[in-house]
């Protein structure tokens, strides 16, 4: 499923996403979504190029249902009454959680966060990773991280994305716990394919001793 997701070059922005979760979605329950299309884009003009993807977006982490053509919130995940003021909405890590959540369940957050890329800094309590390793596919995802304010650029290096600190115990629980695990469970493996490998040279000596001293038991005979 994202896969699909990245099919799109767009997932909208700040501004968009705002509009759609708090405006236009909560109109009315099982709107069509070519109508909510319509009035979107009668607000916003730039949405009309983003919606398909925002919509994909919003289905994947959850945030609403579609059926039939029809779209409505799933208020089990998401409730804009919860969130007030909206303008601080993405200062919150309802959002951004969800996403991790999401990348995390398609065993996708170690591409996005190569554990060799992603860095901390101790004086300024703030995680970055290098924008180089992030795989041209994951272009979407970046450019939406850092049009809700989750990536800042840093301004005394180009090629690191800085996580903003307001995120980093959110960071550190979805990101930083599944690369840990994904780097002990490879240090096993690695510890277990040498362990294999070891037991196959001594099963290999073995045999070739048990060859050896048949051979040696039909000279004898």
Known sequence: MLEELLKYDKLGSKDELLFLLFKALPLSDNQKIEDLKKYSSSRIFTIGQSFNGIIKLLTCISFIKIHGGKVS???????????????????????ISALLVYIKTQNSIHYLFNIDAVKYIESDKMFYLKESQIPLKYFPIRNLFLSINFFKRDAFNPNHLLVNPKFN?????????????????????????????????????????????????????
């Open 73 to 95: 919130i799933n208020k089990e995940q998401f409730d804009p009454i919860n969130h007030s003021p909206i303008s601080d909405y993405f200062v919150q890590d309802d959002f």
């Open 169 to 221: 115990s959110c960071f550190r629980n979805i990101v930083i716990n599944e690369l840990s695990l994904q780097a002990q469970n490879h240090v096993q493996q690695k510890f277990t394919l040498a362990h294999l490998q070891h037991r196959l040279t001594l099963n290999d000596n073995m045999e070739k001793k048990r060859r050896y001293l048949l051979k040696i038991s039909k000279e004898i005979d």
